[in-house]
């Protein structure tokens, strides 16, 4: 897993927010499967649960859910700028990684250091980055590797950070597949996500 992709749609939003944050009240979630509700309704999806959460709360906050089934780093990579700029979002959610880790052997991207950041805008606190780990049948060191990942750019940029999407989740609550949960985890992984 090239931690490249997930940097630069960072650092993109990083370049964003600061402009668009009073422009709208939006919060896009920026995802894969695990936030486009895979296998279940969308009305039934974690981030559509949110979107009913923040109107009873009248925030005033309004989701826009643009994850794909079967995202990865690299195509957010290309879809960031344009997402960003139709929505103007104040907040980002940012849910991807895990489909990158189950495809590739995990190593560090080696043509770029991470001095070629310094001097830009630093990400605000309006970017949420959501962590995900990877089964054990992977290996301990890949799955350490891959889980660390989360935690170093969370602090690198200086952005929030959930370590564990399905933190409270049991095991009967994934689908037969056992990696997309069912309707009835949408609820706690709403209010894991709420809680950051």
């Known amino acids: 897993m090239k931690t490249l992709s997930l940097k630069i749609i960072l650092l993109a939003a990083s370049l964003w927010l600061p402009f668009s944050v009073y ?15 895979y296998g279940i309704a ?3 999806s974690w981030p559509s649960l949110l979107q009913q959460e923040l109107k009873h709360m009248h925030s005033g906050y309004g989701i826009v859910n643009a994850s ?22 104040a907040i980002v959610v940012l849910e991807l990684g895990v489909n990158d880790g189950c495809a590739l052997q995990y190593r560090r991207y080696r043509g770029q250091s991470g001095q070629d950041y310094r001097g830009r805008p630093r990400c605000p606190r309006k970017v949420l980055l959501v962590g ?25 940029y200086r952005i929030g950070l959930l370590p564990f999407l ?8 994934f689908q037969p597949d056992n990696l997309h949960p069912t309707r009835e985890a949408q609820p706690q992984l709403m209010r894991n996500v709420l809680k950051e």
């Open 166 to 173: 399905f933190e409270g989740m049991a095991p009967q609550q």
């Open 42 to 44: 969308v009305e039934e």
């Open 68 to 89: 794909i089934s079967g995202e990865t780093a690299l195509g957010g990579r290309q879809r960031i700028a344009g997402a960003l700029q139709q929505h103007q979002p």
């Open 23 to 37: 422009a709208a009240k939006n919060i896009l979630v920026f995802g894969d499967s695990l936030s486009a509700g």
């Open 132 to 156: 995900m780990r990877l089964p054990p049948n992977y290996g301990e060191p890949y799955v350490a590797q891959f889980g660390n990942m989360y935690p170093k750019l969370a602090k690198k």
